[in-house]
């Protein structure tokens, strides 16, 4: 049933200057009217402010970045103190861990083949990208190594390495 305004709230064009605040759009009317018993009828919707609201949202900021900011600081920090990528004569080793550690090593016979990933913007960006390295054996392991910079150099190293370990 389309909304209609009872006449006793017409309201003259001065309180309409006055109180622009209060006048409803017919799309209000109609989107709430079945919120409305029979015989009433709405007079004025009401939200928060705009200025309260552009206010608090402005200064919510902030701490919107500081709360989504400290989980990824913490994760920037841990992988940067808890990864360690070494290279050895014989071996690639993985430390990782802060607290508790986990040591993965992949002897230089015993892998496959490497992958580099660069993805464009972390590439332009920082120049890091992520290498796996595949061996073999009964039970395959990929050994990643993320976020590390210049890959194809490591990559090239490590090639070079498993040469040098397949000549002696």
Known sequence: MPYKQNPAYEFS?????RY?????????????????????E??????????????QTITSIPLI?????????LKILHLRH??????????????????STEL???????????TVKEDFLPKIAY????????TAGPTPVEIDLV????????KNLIEELMVKEKAM
């Open 13 to 17: 064009k001065e309180y309409k200057k």
């Open 20 to 40: 622009t605040v209060f006048v409803v759009a017919d799309k209000d009317k109609t989107k709430y009217s079945r919120y409305l018993a029979s015989g009433e």
């Open 42 to 55: 709405i007079i004025a919707i009401f939200k928060i402010g705009d200025k309260y609201f552009w206010m």
């Open 65 to 73: 970045l500081l709360l989504i900011g400290i989980p990824r600081l």
């Open 82 to 99: 808890a990864k360690t990528y070494i290279l050895t004569n014989r071996r690639v080793l993985v430390k990782d861990g802060i607290f």
């Open 104 to 114: 993965t090593s992949a002897p230089y016979d015993k892998i496959t083949h490497i």
């Open 127 to 134: 120049g890091i990208g992520d290498i796996t390295i595949h």
């Open 147 to 154: 976020k590390v910079f210049q890959p194809v150099k490591i």
